[in-house]
């Protein structure tokens, strides 16, 4: 397998899923389950992402294939289209490979040391209005990650 088997994150994702009302990522739990193995980081992570920025897909620009909030392009075009995705399992891993890929930000390396949700948001939300409500919507999702 890759870095880490991360396939007992699925029965708590189907969980999830289906408290949610199967929201269109449910279709992609195996994507995200791969990208977590393929480079060593919990599949949660990104789940939890998709929960605040999209309720796991339900609200996004379709043609971007961004359920989750990234935005690409310069400063003058920073973008959702500008991610360059090309379906959601290109960006479930590219996302996937943004926390452990080398030159990332220090945010990313702060919140691999130490895996909170608060770090978690640090680093992949640049706004710091928006950390305390998307801090209360990951504690929501916790409970089914538990066993």
Do not use: W
Request: hydrophobic share 35%; charged share 15%; net charge positive.
């Amino acid at each position: 397998m890759g870095l880490k088997d991360y396939s007992f994150v699925r029965p708590q994702l189907l969980r999830l899923f289906q408290a949610k009302n199967n929201p269109p990522l449910v279709k992609y739990i195996d994507n995200f389950i791969k990208a977590g193995n393929q480079h060593g980081v919990d599949p949660r992570i990104l789940i939890t992402i998709a929960n605040n920025e999209s309720s796991l897909g339900k609200a996004y620009p379709p043609q971007t294939f961004n359920p989750f909030g990234y935005r690409g392009g310069t400063d003058s075009t920073i973008n959702y289209l500008n991610a360059g995705f090309t379906s959601i399992p290109h960006a479930i891993d590219a996302l996937t490979y943004r926390f452990v890929r080398p030159g990332t930000t220090q945010g990313y390396a702060d919140f691999r040391i130490n895996p909170t949700l608060e770090l978690l948001q640090q680093a992949y939300n640049a706004n710091p209005a928006e950390r305390n409500i998307y801090l209360q919507n990951s504690a929501d999702i916790l409970p089914f990650f538990q066993d």
